[in-house]
């Protein structure tokens, strides 16, 4: 691959602009769909684009406690951290990545950027709510990634299993292989899995049952309470980028199959998957939920998702043995 | 370039409430009323927001009264330019009905610069989101 390539795919298209425009309307449909399904009229879709826009001309103010530096970067590194990520996500029959192995292991640990940038901003920040905020959100971090790894491994296993090999961690691979042997959603050993990481989405999103870092009426929003401004701005595209990330890779990994070779149905195609597994794990169970305390949470993510997600282990692993 | 940043900018103001000291008559109109899903701001682009530094509009209801003035004025200097302020009900407009009371010095104005005073004991929601429509007017001329 030549430079050229690279930077038109991390910059252009799909990773960089593209991606954050996208990642702005995911989030833009989420709040009217939620809006709608509350009965009201709800913002218009392009409201995150002008509440960037607002934000960057805002003032930033800088607490006085604060550690300026990393008050200042860890925005960045949350923002930087989610745009690798979608660099790296192929979509199939348009794009295929930008790594030829292991790069699920990249990706899982590029989702917990945003995560970790909240962390150090937060402490950064000096402010006790930010680091009330701080400490759930890194026990929930902890709580989500036990069965989100073990969902990746499962699938791993399964496409190297099924190439007669050992797991297979290259996103590419896994693409590639449903793109010739049909949908990993249809596989019902694998179906546990698939429920498991739609469950990881809203906890590692943060929104409504487990937004308990952020809880604003409690909190006042914890971990972004001291941030205003580009700062402010900054955590907010990384937030779009973030549902985007995650809709991309549940498409990526349980249903990547397009229609022919023409890029443009493919692409709206993909968009259109991405919109459904927002809509499902994000919009309706923000509208039916309250939240949740972060015990609860907790224990929820350690007992539900993750038996899920080892059944579907166990279930791979004994029908290649038999086969 | 100015005016088209101003037209972007008037649809993204975010509101936030400081209760000084008010009976809460004020604060369960705004919470409530005026920004349920029947009126639905959130049309215009408006957010409750959970933290002073997010705010654009500060909507402050109650007295100012003495215990509670030095925190008013000091979560007024923690939101960031460009701002402005909405007095809601006639507490902080003149003391309303605890007018004269010990514990109340001077009215809101006094202390910071008041854009728009919405009167009333407690106002309508009409004449709350008419307030926030006016201030968002005054808002985005700061810009
Ligand atoms: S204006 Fe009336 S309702 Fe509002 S805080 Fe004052 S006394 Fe209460």
Redesign the pocket.
């Known amino acids: 691959m030549n430079i050229a390539d690279f930077l038109v795919n991390a910059l252009l298209f799909p990773g960089g602009l593209f991606a954050v425009l996208l990642g702005l309307f995911l989030t833009g449909l989420d709040r009217k769909i939620y809006a709608r399904l509350q009965r009201r009229v709800g913002p218009p879709i392009y409201q995150p684009c002008i509440d960037v826009v607002k934000l960057s001309q805002k003032e930033m103010v800088i607490p006085k406690t604060a550690n300026y530096t990393a008050f200042r970067l860890a925005p960045l590194l949350g923002f930087a951290g989610m745009l690798a990520a979608t660099a790296i996500i192929p979509v199939a029959g348009i794009y295929s990545g930008l790594y030829q192995s292991g790069d699920l292991l990249v990706v899982l640990y590029l989702l917990s950027a945003p995560a970790l940038a909240l962390v150090i901003g937060a402490s950064a920040s000096g402010s006790p709510y930010s680091s009330i905020g701080l400490s759930r959100e890194i026990s929930i971090m902890l709580a989500y990634e036990v069965p989100l790894l073990l969902v990746f491994f499962t699938i791993a296993m399964r496409v190297g299993m099924a190439l007669g090999g050992t797991a297979i961690f290259s996103l590419s691979s896994i693409v590639n292989f449903q793109l010739s042997h049909g949908s990993l959603l249809f596989d019902v050993t694998l179906l546990p899995a698939f429920v498991a990481f739609l469950i990881c989405i809203p906890g590692t999103l943060g929104v409504v049952p487990f937004d308990i870092p952020e809880a604003e009426t409690e909190i006042t929003e914890g971990p972004l309470l001291e941030y205003s401004g580009m700062g402010l701005a900054m955590f907010k595209l990384t937030g779009g980028l973030k549902m985007l990330v995650l809709a991309a890779l549940t498409v990526a990994l349980f249903f990547p199959v397009g229609f022919g070779d023409f890029w443009l149905v493919n692409l709206v195609w993909f968009i259109f998957k991405c919109i459904l597994v927002m809509f499902f794990t994000t919009t309706l169970i923000r509208a039916m939920q309250a939240r949740m305390r972060i015990d609860q949470a907790y224990k929820f993510y350690l007992l539900v998702p993750t038996a899920l997600a080892l059944v579907s282990l166990v279930l791979t692993a004994t029908s290649f043995r038999v086969g | 370039m100015a005016e088209f940043l101003q037209s972007i900018v008037k649809r993204s103001p975010w509101i936030y409430r400081i209760n000084a000291g008010?009976?809460?008559?004020?604060?369960v109109?705004m919470a409530t009323t005026a920004l349920i899903p029947r009126y639905d701001v959130e049309r215009l682009g408006c957010r409750y927001c959970g933290s002073p530094k997010h705010a654009d509009i500060v909507l402050i209801?109650?007295?100012v009264t003495a215990v509670v003035r030095e925190k008013v004025l000091r979560v007024y200097d923690e939101i960031p330019n460009p701002k402005v302020v909405v007095a809601?009900?006639?507490?902080?407009i003149s003391g309303?009905?605890?007018r004269e009371s010990y514990s109340i010095a001077s009215q809101l104005d006094a202390y910071i610069p008041v854009d728009v005073n919405v009167p009333?004991?407690?106002?309508r929601p009409q004449a709350i989101i008419d307030g926030i429509a006016m201030a968002i007017e005054i808002w985005r001329k700061k810009f």
Do not use: A, L, M, Q
């Open positions: 008010s009976c809460n008559g004020c604060d109109e209801s109650g007295p809601v009900g006639i507490c902080p309303g009905v605890f009333g004991c407690p106002p």
